[in-house]
């Protein structure tokens, strides 16, 4: 609260120091304003953006760590009484003593004797600690501010150059800007490997990468008596690869197909009715498609098949019969389908642009040799754009990979090492959501594991978009 | 002509016409899926915006009411006798006709008669009137999904709630209208008192953090990528990485947020700002795909001509080129914001999955959005939480829909072709 209100402050600061900065170039200018090398603007700009921004930046920098650098400090020196617990009771005290200084409630422990002294004391230091870091830190950024005007008004001239600095600033955001984007890869990739890391101290990548046991049940305190857990995760990748086939032999030949019969067959009236339909079917919420796969798709699958099963139970094909009555709702089949729905306008639309970048003469040159249509389609151009094609499908296989909701809506948990269509299956994305919803501490391997499968995905989905990419920018460039 | 040559001709004829057939087919197939996903959903959703109401005269009677420990009286209990006594019926021995009574109305009642009392106490010993929903499953009843001729044993109401509910829509105290409550009401454990208000805030308030990032540091990217940065290496690994960025799975973003923003920043769980901030980054490189390809749209003779009559780089595109390019900006912008809404598994992996009874209080604390609605009413096994969560998707929808409507609307009003 004390820090947006700063904030606040600083801005009504800097909006009167612009107003300062901009009245001081009109007197210079002494009523000829082309006199001056820039517009008063810039000046009262230039004066305000000293005046504020440093301090600002301390101010934010302050909310975002101050908290961490005020526990660092608290827990500088541990009381003696401390020392003797263990680590994780210590991490218990460190986090009441904070509380108890925030006034919160702290935990139900209840601290008696020395540690309760040490408590008391420690409170009492973490409330001083938070109060010189606030007091310090507004102090520091109200003395930028003032230096900030004190330092640029002075230089205020009829031939100072305030623009080009404005536009020195304003480049440094753009920059700024721009290097977010490069920030959040090195966050994702920084962020999968170090816990990565950790999960491969307690789990060998060997046994992660080959092992054929799925089952991270852990004990989740050290008394209870439980399973190691088995993390061993090729019936994940076998299950998320069953699935992508499933959905790439839905949406492969029906978007296939709808983008050639909309790019060389359907009449512009028919293509602008067809397309955003289309879009539509592309802009709905994967959660939709995982509710239409388990109450819908699931279902109905599952009476099919026993209705199935249950005309060949007694016949020649007896144990089919009995297998296809216990088929259940969650299936790799339901979730393969309906992800190939989903993915039915991704292939389509791809595919769509990359038929319309064939160059025209190409297919007036195979008309002229009398071709029909089928003809020039099939010999000319899906040849000519196959590498383009063939980038769209990866990427619809890299969308098929890392997609969550429908698979964790409607393919299962159980990891099970099968090719079998109907049978429940597990996929890399199923495993990460059930790893990490529900509250769990984040130390034991059970949850890194959850890092080890996000940067196994991750790796894929990369390798697969950036060979995707590189194709279809090279097929483009081909024709351009 | 020979008859070889003939034959030859319309066996490629003959595949000419099958391999147009096989397009109409796909388009076909793509169509009846869209008609089949939005079809089952309307008709799974759409009874859910009407619902029943029940009115009650209840009499307050004080032997039942302590007043000394008004929180602790069971209204329910109260409800149900006077619903007894509108039926002719007496309490049995077991109290199993009161818990019958009970199970036709919700709770809801009950808790207005707590606060009615708590506000004016000189009303117990009097019979008021209160009016709130029918419990989920005799609203279903009336909507006619539970029905009469499934055996007794397999439907949750028995036959004696099943003629009370009968008696008390003819003597008019069941009304059907509007369901209100499923607009004003957060989420809760009991379905006919579960409503998306609460989703509703929490998704617009993320949204607003999502856009509050996305879009200005997005737009100022794509402004220096396209506008201002040397052709080197550098920016073409910027480049290729913004491209590969826009294709990682939604889910990796969600480990970012978790494992940055939550273990190290200490971000609130489940809270709006944590779920903006992640949706932002997630959003980052489609609003700057958008922006260069509007960007590059607007014809190099505006900038000539700005730069021609003294105007500096950076006064040409902020003046000038943006200005140009901001229906094609705004138009990326929404259509990604609008992706972002619908999204579900980032939110799943910072822990927005928390059940939340309340409005959201702030920025910083726990909220549900719609997405995740839909996720957590999925998984409930009550079948009325399944209509809600239809009638949540149909809302959803809705916003999707008006979203990319005006995303379309903005393009077809202001797009220039140069």
Redesign the interface.
């Known amino acids: 609260m004390t820090i947006l209100i700063a904030l606040a402050l600083l801005a009504a600061f800097s909006v009167s120091v612009y107003m300062l900065g901009r009245r001081r170039a009109v007197v210079l200018a002494e009523g000829r304003s082309a006199s001056l090398h820039s517009l008063p603007g810039y000046h009262g700009t230039w004066v305000a953006l000293w005046a504020g921004v440093p301090a600002a930046l301390i101010v934010i920098l302050f909310a ?1 760590f101050g ?2 650098l005020e526990d660092a400090a608290l827990r500088a020196q541990v009381p003696a009484a401390v020392a003797q617990l263990s680590a994780e009771r210590q991490e218990v005290f460190w986090s009441d003593a904070s509380s108890v200084a925030r006034g919160q409630t702290p935990s139900e422990i209840s601290y008696q004797g020395a540690i309760g002294e040490a408590l008391a004391a420690k409170a009492a230091e973490a409330r001083r600690l938070s109060a010189i870091g606030l007091v310090s830190v507004l102090a520091l950024s109200g003395v930028l501010a003032l230096c900030g005007v004190l330092l640029t008004y002075p230089r205020l001239s009829k031939d100072f150059r305030a ?2 600095r404005v ?1 020195g600033w ?2 440094i ?3 700024a ?2 290097t ?3 920030l ?2 090195v ?2 990739l920084g ?2 490997i ?2 990565s890391l950790r999960f491969f101290q307690s789990v060998s990548p060997a046994d992660f990468l080959f092992g054929t046991s799925w089952d991270p049940q852990i004990a989740m305190r050290s008394d209870q008596v439980a399973a190691k857990g088995a993390f061993g995760a090729v019936p994940l990748f076998v299950g998320t690869f069953l699935i992508m086939l499933i959905a790439m032999t839905v949406a492969a ?6 983008a ?3 790019s ?2 359907a009449g512009p009236a028919t293509r602008a009715t ?1 397309k955003p ?2 879009e ?2 592309a ?10 796969a ?3 798709v699931g279902p109905s699958f599952r009476a099919f098949f026993n209705w199935i099963g249950a005309m060949l139970v007694e016949g020649p094909m007896d144990p089919l019969g009995q297998y296809l009555m216990t088929v259940q709702n969650q299936m790799a089949l339901t979730a393969g389908v309906v992800m190939g ?1 989903m993915l ?2 991704f292939v ?1 639309s791809l595919s769509d642009d990359i038929i319309n970048a064939v160059p025209q003469t190409l297919r007036d040159g195979s008309y002229a040799m009398g071709a ?4 020039t ?2 010999r000319v151009i899906l040849p000519a754009a196959l590498p383009g094609v063939a980038g769209a499908l990866m ?1 619809a296989i ?2 098929a ?5 429908i698979v ?2 409607a393919a299962g948990l159980q990891a099970k090492l099968t090719a079998n269509p109907l049978d429940t299956v597990t996929t890399v ?1 199923v495993q ?2 059930t790893l ?2 529900g509250d769990q501490e ?1 130390d034991s391997p059970k949850t890194l594991a ?2 080890g499968l ?1 940067l196994t ?2 790796t894929v ?2 390798a697969l ?2 060979v995707a ?1 590189g194709l279809v920018r090279k097929y483009r460039e081909h024709y351009d | 002509m020979t008859d070889a040559a003939d034959l030859r001709l319309k066996k490629r004829h003959a595949a000419e016409t099958r391999f147009r057939m096989y397009g109409r087919v796909a388009i076909i197939v793509a169509l009846s899926f869209l008609v089949l996903l939005l079809g089952r959903i309307g008709m799974q959703g759409y009874s859910t915006f009407t619902t029943n109401t029940v009115s009650l005269p209840v009499y307050l009677d004080p032997s039942r009411i302590d007043r000394a420990d008004l929180e602790g009286s069971n209204y329910d209990y109260v409800v149900a006798l006077s619903l007894l006594k509108r039926m002719g019926e007496t309490e049995d021995e077991f109290g199993t006709a009161s818990a019958d009574a009970m199970n036709l109305v919700s709770r809801d009642l009950g808790f207005q008669i707590l606060d009615r009392i708590k506000a004016d106490p000189t009303l117990i010993g009097k019979t008021i009137t209160v009016t709130g929903p029918v419990k989920a499953d005799a609203d279903l009843y009336y909507k006619g999904e539970l029905k009469r001729s499934t055996d007794q044993a397999d439907r949750k109401l028995n036959d004696r709630q099943l003629a009370w509910l009968d008696r008390l829509k003819k003597s008019g105290a069941v009304t059907s209208g509007f369901n209100v409550g499923f607009f004003t009401h957060a989420d809760s454990t009991e379905p006919e008192q579960a409503g998306i208000l609460g989703a509703i805030i929490g998704s617009a308030m993320m949204l607003l953090v999502t856009a509050l990032i996305a879009v200005p540091m997005g737009v100022l990217a794509a402004v220096w990528l396209e506008e201002f940065a040397p052709k080197n290496r550098w920016t073409d690994v910027i480049e290729v990485n913004i491209n590969n960025l826009a294709a990682v799975p939604s889910i990796v973003y969600g480990l970012l947020g978790l494992a940055v923003f939550i273990n190290w920043f200490g971000a609130p769980r489940g809270a709006p700002i944590t779920g903006g901030m992640v949706l932002a980054l997630m959003a980052l490189p489609t609003v700057i795909i958008a922006t260069r390809s509007a960007l590059k749209a607007v014809p190099p003779s505006i900038r000539e001509a700005a730069l021609g009559v003294g105007a500096s780089r950076t006064q040409t595109v902020f003046h000038h080129v943006l200005p140009q390019a901001m229906p094609g900006v705004m138009t990326g912008t929404i259509l990604s914001l609008a992706h972002a809404l619908g999204e579900t598994a980032p939110l799943l992996m910072i822990g927005m999955i928390a059940f939340n009874p309340g409005l959201p209080e702030g920025f910083t604390s726990s909220a549900s959005v719609l997405p995740v609605q839909v996720f957590i009413w999925e998984n409930a096994s009550e079948r009325a939480f399944h209509e809600r969560t239809a009638a949540a998707i149909i809302v959803l929808l809705v916003f999707m829909i008006a979203m990319n409507a005006a995303a379309v609307i903005l393009r077809r009003r202001f797009e220039r072709r140069w």
Request: net charge neutral; aromatic share 12%; glycine share 8%.
């Open positions: 975002v908290a961490r623009r080009n536009e304003t480049g955001l753009l920059i800007c721009s977010l984007a490069v959040t890869t966050g994702i962020s999968l170090w816990e030949p029906v978007g296939l197909f709808s050639i019969y909309l060389e067959y067809i339909l289309l539509i079917l802009g709905v919420p994967t959660v939709v498609y995982g509710f239409f388990a109450l819908t729905i039915i306008p389509s029909t249509k089928s003809e389609v099939k990427l890299s969308r990979i890392g997609e969550t909701m964790t809506m994305t990460i959501v990490l919803t984040f959850a890092f996000g995905l991750f989905t990369l978009n950036i990419l």
